[in-house]
């Protein structure tokens, strides 16, 4: 079993930056990938960014691209997402998740292990 719990949520205004976090605790990331996966109101959850632990290969969505950066820190079990540029469509709920079975997979329903997610929202 793998427990995640994300934090760096917050409020920024467009153009400004977030890093957002996800610690796992239970077991390691050695063997998995994990996935930055949003959500925002009134639309279905759309991968963002993902990493392969054990090669640090990473996959991006189209729309975030230049802008975020996912990478991992392999003494504090940590996957961070940094977050530049932000824009108001940005605005959603972000979950991190983690999977044992593919490589840098954008196919959310893949993931097994899911944290509680945090907020951003980003102003206009």
């Known amino acids: 079993q793998v427990q995640l719990v994300e934090s760096g949520g917050g409020l920024v205004q467009a153009g400004g930056s977030l890093r957002l976090s996800c610690a796992a605790s239970g077991r390691t990331f050695s063997t998995y990938a994990v996935g930055w996966i949003c959500q925002a109101p009134g639309k279905e959850q759309e991968f963002v960014a993902a990493i392969r632990w054990s090669s640090s290969s990473t996959n991006y969505a189209d729309s975030v691209k230049g802008r975020f950066t996912i990478s991992r820190d392999g003494a504090k079990n940590t996957v961070y997402l940094q977050m530049n540029s932000l824009k108001p469509e940005d605005t959603a709920v972000y979950y991190c998740?983690?999977?044992?079975?593919?490589?840098?997979?954008?196919?959310?329903?893949?993931?097994?292990?899911w944290g509680q997610g945090t907020q951003v929202t980003v102003s206009s």
């Open positions: 998740a983690a999977q044992g079975k593919w490589g840098v997979e954008a196919r959310i329903s893949a993931y097994d292990y």
